[in-house]
């Protein structure tokens, strides 16, 4: 199985930056499409964005287009999330999620991360 591992949350200002990394390992092909969701307590999970295997296409939810950025480096097994302008309502654990295609990426992955919590005051 795939293992993913989170990092890069904190507590930080509204306005501010920050980049979330999620690194895999234990993977049985080169590359998975891989999603990045946030919750919080009492919730349902939310999508954020999802990005697929080669980096190509991205797709975002509304509430971040514009300020939030996927992308990958298969290289280094790793996927990014940039975060500008953050909002006190991004507040959220941010978990990242693999799928053995873009679409099960987006909408049921297999594979999740333990999360890394993000907080932003106002």
């Known amino acids: 199985q795939v293992q993913l591992v989170e990092s890069g949350g904190g507590l930080v200002q509204a306005g501010a930056s920050l980049r979330l990394s999620c690194a895999a390992s234990g993977r049985t092909k080169s590359n998975y499409a891989t999603g990045w969701f946030r919750q919080t307590p009492g919730k349902e999970r939310e999508f954020v964005a999802v990005i697929s295997e080669g980096g190509a296409a991205t797709r975002y939810a509304d509430s971040v287009k514009g300020r939030f950025t996927i992308s990958r480096d298969n290289a280094e097994n790793t996927v990014y999330l940039q975060m500008d302008n953050l909002k006190p309502e991004d507040t959220a654990v941010y978990y990242c999620?693999?799928?053995?295609?873009?679409?099960?990426?987006?909408?049921?992955?297999?594979?999740w991360g333990q999360g890394t919590q993000v907080t932003v005051s106002s």
């Open positions: 999620a693999a799928g053995d295609s873009f679409e099960r990426a987006f909408r049921a992955p297999g594979y």
